[in-house]
Each structure stands twice: as C-alpha cells, then as structure tokens.
Nanobody
Framework: QVQLVESGGGFVQTGGSLRLSCAAS????????MGWYRQAPGKQRELVATITSGGSRNFADSVKGRFTISRDNAKNTVYLQMNSLIPEDTAVYFC?????????????WGQGTQVTVSS
C-alpha cells in the first residue's frame, strides 16, 4: 500500500523558519498534485499550499510570500519551506498526495506533524 511520512515539524519562535518534508512510498505508479494542509485546534482543516506534477503552485492567502512549496519527483517527496512564522501558523500540518496506485487514483494523507510558533 501507499504511505506518506512527514517530518520536520517542531517548536519555533515568531519570525523563525521550519522545513517540512513528506515522502510517499509503496506501490506508486504516478503522482499528481501534492500539497500541505493544516488544522489548528477548534478549526477546520485548511489548504496551505499545493504543487502539481507540472510545477504549478497554489497558496493560501495567509501564507503567500512566506511559504514556498517544492517537490522532488525522483524521490516522491514534497517540501514546505515556512519562513517568517507567526503564532497563527500553529497547527498540525498534513501532507496530501493524489496517487495512482494499483488501478485507480485516490488521495492519501500523512499522519500529521505539529508546528508550534511562540509569540
């Protein structure tokens, strides 16, 4: 089966930076869009950033200019570089990938990684 494994979360002060990584493994035939979502306590999960297989990027307005997203297709890995972090960025960050495995496309999710930004 397919697994997404995230890493890179942690605790940082306001203005700091973190880099998240998410590696997909398993029976993968092709990967389309990869991205990151986040969920803060008491709030719904929201999109942070996505990147298509062709390199097109989409960002939430709240992170534009501060976060960048990239991917290494040879490693089936997506990265989220987070700069100028603020307390409002505190959340559990989830990796998402649309993957063709076996004989169909479906969305897969990672287990989540905690990002905490102190004021």
């Amino acid at each position: 089966q397919v697994q997404l494994v995230e890493s890179g979360g942690g605790f940082v002060q306001t203005g700091g930076s973190l880099r998240l990584s998410c590696a997909a493994s398993g029976r993968i035939i092709n990967i389309d869009t990869m991205g990151w979502y986040r969920q803060a306590p008491g709030k719904q999960r929201e999109l942070v950033a996505t990147i298509t297989s062709g390199g097109s990027r989409n960002f939430a307005d709240s992170v534009k200019g501060r976060f960048t997203i990239s991917r290494d297709n040879a490693k089936n890995t997506v990265y989220l570089q987070m700069n100028s972090l603020i307390p409002e960025d505190t959340a559990v960050y989830f990796c998402n990938s649309r993957i063709f495995s076996s004989s169909w496309w479906r969305d897969y999710w990672g287990q989540g990684t905690q990002v905490t930004v102190s004021s």
